[in-house]
């Protein structure tokens, strides 16, 4: 089964309303804990909707999509460690 182009262009509209909401995020001034965490909210849906849609994967079989579980596992625990060096990137601005 593929996607049909109505998915696939309501999947785009989906990810350039997420893009636009990013980049809205900047002009309000937010803490940096809630910034990071909406921002990583964002960019973990974007990320599945990029590689289930544009990459396949919604429509490979169930062994594959789990072989990657684990991957989405070790990036999310690779960025919630770099959380503290972007506080600290802040504390050093001027």
Known sequence: MQPTVRQLASVWAALLGFTLV????????????????????LSVGKSAMIIGFFMHLKFERRALSLALFPLLI??????LALLPDAERLREMRF
């Open 22 to 41: 990013e980049v809205g995020l900047a002009y309000p001034h937010l803490s940096a804990a809630l910034f990071l965490i909406v921002l990583l909210a």
């Open 74 to 79: 070790v990036f999310i625990l690779v960025l």
